[in-house]
């Protein structure tokens, strides 16, 4: 298969990441099919897509009828089966948990054609420990966008031992055509590139702010001021979810046995306490605005 040949997608998972690469794979002209299990999720994804697409057009960054195009490409829906039925390529962006994967990628196999290429967005997991849940081991990679997908321009696609170079071209190509810059990873490790470098520098940041060193607003100034960084690594991890890095670090330590990978004390406790981060309005700032008296 080539590039050329990819016209339809499919995208799991409407959540944080799924809708906005959904929407990313519309405007650049792909027939785009988004599932999800949760029908208030899939409904904020639909909205979104309204007020995003006029916005761009509002500020000269797409013509009326590129936005009416990519509204047209893109369609949500509750039933994987029939997203996947004729996609060339998927991309799964569901929940990070190894087991879930598992199950969707064994129903992808059943569901998506033969020729088709399964990509997983995870943002640890490496895809050798999904692609034996089918039988196509070959066209199952890692493909990890960046939040917010619309904007981050950086992909990571791994090359796993079992992947094809076909599989990895196509992948890689398809970056380009959606105007991505991909790194291409040639050995599988947890979390990639770029994750590996930002948990060391988060889980610095949170020994700092548990020692009392300074407080996470001049931490996250620290980085921004200091190191160009867009934002802080507290910042960072409310945008990403707290729940992942809490997820991330017990697969870590479950793997390592290392306590020095366990999720620290404070992000133990926002995990707990359901603040996942700007997603449900709190986590390690507060994003809830203000009732109106
Ligand atoms: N949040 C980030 O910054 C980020 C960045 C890069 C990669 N990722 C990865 O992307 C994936 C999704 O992360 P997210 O932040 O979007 O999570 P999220 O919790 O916002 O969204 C996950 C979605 O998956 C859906 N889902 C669960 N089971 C499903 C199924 N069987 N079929 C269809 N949908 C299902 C959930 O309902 C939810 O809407 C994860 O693997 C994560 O590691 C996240």
């Known amino acids: 298969m080539k590039v050329e040949d990819v016209k339809n997608v499919c995208v799991v998972g409407a959540g944080n990441m799924g809708h906005q690469i959904s929407l990313l794979c519309a405007i650049y002209g792909y027939k785009t099919k988004c599932s999800d299990v949760v029908p208030e999720i899939l409904k904020k994804a639909d909205n979104f897509v309204n007020t995003y697409l006029p916005g761009r057009v509002e500020k000269g960054k797409l013509t009326k009828e590129q936005a009416e195009a990519a509204r047209n490409n ?3 829906t509750s039933d994987m089966k029939e997203a996947a039925g004729d996609a060339d390529f998927v991309i799964e962006a569901a929940t990070e948990v190894l087991d879930l994967k598992r199950k969707i990628f064994a129903d992808l196999d059943k569901f998506a054609p033969a020729h088709a290429i399964l990509a997983t967005n995870s943002s640890y997991i490496v895809s050798s420990r999904i692609a034996d849940a089918t039988k196509r081991p070959d066209k199952v990679l890692n493909m990890h966008f960046f939040n917010p997908a619309l904007v981050m321009k950086l992909v990571e696609v ?3 031992p ?3 170079e076909e599989t990895a071209n196509v992948t890689m190509d398809l970056c380009k055509k959606l105007e991505k810059v991909p ?3 040639k050995k599988e490790v947890d979390g990639f590139l770029l994750n590996r470098i930002f948990r060391v520098i988060g889980k610095e940041a949170q020994w700092m702010l548990e020692m009392g060193v300074a407080s996470m607003e001049d931490i996250d100034k620290a980085c921004v001021y200091g190191a160009g960084h867009p934002m802080g690594p507290f910042r960072l991890m409310d945008l990403t979810g707290i729940d992942l890095t ?4 017990m ?3 479950r793997k390592s046995g290392d306590p020095a990978d366990l999720p620290t004390p404070s992000v133990v406790e926002h995990y707990v306490k359901g603040e996942y981060g ?3 309005g709190k986590g390690w700032y507060d994003y809830k605005k203000p009732e109106k008296k």
């Open 74 to 76: 893109i369609s949500f």
């Open 162 to 164: 079992h992947v094809s």
């Open 246 to 249: 809490y997820i991330a670090s």
């Open 251 to 253: 697969e870590a330590f």
């Open 183 to 185: 790194v291409f990873i």
């Open 278 to 280: 700007e997603k449900v």
């Open 158 to 160: 791994v090359k796993g």
